[in-house]
């Protein structure tokens, strides 16, 4: 693994998010669905791995699973706070975080993933129990991405974050294939 395509690979297994240029109902739909079956099929991935495998990197110089799982738990709280925050607020400017770093700090080095995969199941409910109930205007609402520099729909998120779900699950999987391989 040495040249650009195969890093790029390694990066985005699924290949990088692109957003339909008209959201449908149906997109809405199943983007709903992974919001809510995301939880279970994370836990029914990683709930048998050995501190060994949490440990296994997906690419060269990429997260380890453990990471990953954290990652999800952080992302997946950040992007309620914003949904909630766009069904509140006129175009609030949301806050974006440094999710590299916060892969550093201490509890995302921790091999006790539990905690993580209780969050991403509380969040996830909430989220689901919300997007349930949303009217035609709700989908419409939108927040300031400052890093992006540009709005962003609540329909929009919500189709990044069923990609980012799928994204990383595609990594541990990843991880899975590879074995330890990129941990030297």
């Not at 916060?102 to 991403?120: C, G, T, V, Y």
């Not at 998120?157 to 991880?175: E, F, M, R, T, V």
Request: with cysteine; glycine share 2%.
């Amino acid at each position: 693994m040495n040249n650009n395509t195969d890093i790029e690979k390694l990066k985005f297994p699924i290949g990088r998010f692109t957003c339909p240029e008209e959201i449908t109902p149906e997109h809405l739909k199943i983007w709903k669905i992974t919001i809510r079956e995301f939880p279970q099929e994370l836990k029914k991935t990683v709930e048998n791995l050995s501190i060994t495998e949490l440990n296994w990197k997906y690419r060269p110089d990429g997260w380890c699973i453990k990471q990953v799982v954290h990652h999800l738990a952080d992302s997946h709280m950040n992007a309620l706070i914003r949904v909630k925050l766009a069904l509140t607020e006129d175009a609030p400017v949301i806050r974006p975080y440094e999710e590299a770093l916060w892969a550093e700090l201490k509890d995302s080095l921790r091999d006790d993933i539990q905690p993580s995969l209780k969050i991403i199941e509380g969040v996830h409910e909430r989220w689901s129990q919300l997007l349930d109930n949303f009217s035609e205007h709700d989908w419409n609402r939108m927040y300031y991405h400052p890093q992006h520099q540009r709005l962003a729909s609540v329909k929009e998120a919500l189709g990044i974050y069923d990609w980012h779900s799928k994204h990383h699950l595609a990594h541990i999987n990843q991880a899975f294939s590879y074995k330890g391989e990129f941990n030297f």
